[in-house]
């Protein structure tokens, strides 16, 4: 399936869970492999998944290889404490204490909070969704159970794909085949349908992850930048220091139920104003193709 596909309904529920199989959709047709020549011009691996939560027409390209994360983990991250929330095992606003050993190299957030020595759980999860920051993730890990533990709620949730196995930064260090710390873009639509649309959190977490997203301040030249602009849009990026480049989405077109996006892009030496190129030309053709 490495080939481009546009496709909707039976065609598609093979790939996907019971739950949403209903979602249904008839085919129509796309301009010939638009997402195989954004993946030549960019020199690397290119895996997109696109689901129209709304009539379940999908558009994809490589969706079941293997991609690194990246900080995409940090959406489910953070829906896995929301899910701990729902259940009341934990305070969202229940404050964790740091200290100058919790910095890491990228923590704009915590660091800024260095000397108040603390951040509510709540404020982790927006720190680490709005600005990516690594610190903020490896806070809030432990009230999961470390990696082994996100990945555990990602099996309940319906996901038996992506994984998560280190901390950040180690978790950007990937070399062809990895298995640690990947997902599919298959995988990751699925996952963000489970989290955003479906019942795996309760409709005020739903509601608080989407707004997360929505805030985000990394993706401004990734998909956001490609979409139509009378959309509302929210997103989570990951980068690592060797040409992986990625960015995840919730989409609304007006009136319309969201759109869900994955792309992850695995070009080795690329430059990060290239990939970004790359990854704003899926966003237009999204735009182009599902308005």
Partial sequence: ????????????????????????????????????????????????SV??????????????ARYPLCSTFKVPLAAAILARA?????????????????????????RENLSRGEMTLAELCAAAIEWSDNAAANLLLPQLG?????????????DSITRLDRVEPELNEYKPGELRDTTTPMAMTTLL???????????????????????SRTGDKRLRAGLPKGWRVGDKTGTSG????????????????????????????????????AIASVGALVGQLFA
């Fill in 1 to 48: 399936m490495r080939r481009r596909e546009f496709v909707g309904g039976a065609a598609a529920t093979v790939l996907l869970p019971a739950w949403l199989e209903a979602l249904g959709g008839a085919a129509f047709a796309a301009p010939a492999d638009p997402l195989a020549a954004i993946a030549s011009e960019a020199g690397g691996r290119l895996g997109v």
């Fill in 51 to 64: 689901l129209d939560t709304g009539t379940g027409r999908r558009l994809w390209l490589d969706p079941l």
């Fill in 86 to 110: 729902d259940r009341g095992e934990l305070d969202v606003q229940r404050p964790i204490r740091f200290t100058q050993g919790d910095l890491l190299e990228y923590a704009p957030v915590v």
């Fill in 146 to 158: 470390g990696p082994s533990g996100l990945t555990r709620f990602l099996r309940s949730a319906g």
């Fill in 193 to 215: 349908a489970a989290l955003l649309t479906g019942d795996v959190l309760q409709p005020t977490s739903r509601k608080q992850l989407a707004d997360w997203m929505i805030g």
């Fill in 242 to 277: 060797n040409g992986q480049a990625n960015d995840i989405a919730i989409a609304w077109p007006p009136n319309r139920k969201p759109i869900l996006i994955a792309c992850y892009l695995d070009a080795p030496g690329i430059a990060p104003e290239k990939a970004d190129r």
